[in-house]
Nanobody, 119 residues
Framework: QVQLVESGGGLVQAGGSLRLSCAAS????????MGWYRQAPGKQRELVAT???????NYAESVKGRFTISRDNAKNTVYLQMNSLKPEDTAVYSC?????????????WGQGTQVTVSS
């Protein structure tokens, strides 16, 4: 079982920055992928960025060049630095932990944190 605790959301003006953090605790495999997803009102949840335990990253096109995902494996924490925020970035941001071992998927979600960007 993995528990994910997010922090860092809030209200910011367009062009501003926020940093989200997600701390993982519990029992989990060292080989995993952690990431951030977001869901805006009336829209489906979408991938923002992911990072593997080896450091490989993947970003949505809409955030490339503005957001940076990173992780501290010693602290089991993943970060999302969000710069040049736009009103369309407004959403609930959720942290995800995924691992696959012996044919079984381990997929956990945080409770979500609200990010609101005002114009």
């Amino acid at each position: 079982q993995v528990q994910l605790v997010e922090s860092g959301g809030g209200l910011v003006q367009a062009g501003g920055s926020l940093r989200l953090s997600c701390a993982a605790s519990g029992s989990f495999f060292s080989s995993n992928v952690m990431g951030w997803y977001r869901q805006a009102p009336g829209k489906q949840r979408e991938l923002v960025a992911t990072i593997g335990s080896g450091g490989s990253t993947n970003y949505a096109e809409s955030v490339k060049g503005r957001f940076t995902i990173s992780r501290d494996n010693a602290k089991n924490t993943v970060y999302l630095q969000m710069n040049s925020l736009k009103p369309e970035d407004t959403a609930v941001y959720s942290c995800n932990f995924f691992a696959r071992r012996l044919g079984k998927n381990y997929d956990y979600w945080g409770q979500g944190t609200q990010v609101t960007v005002s114009s």
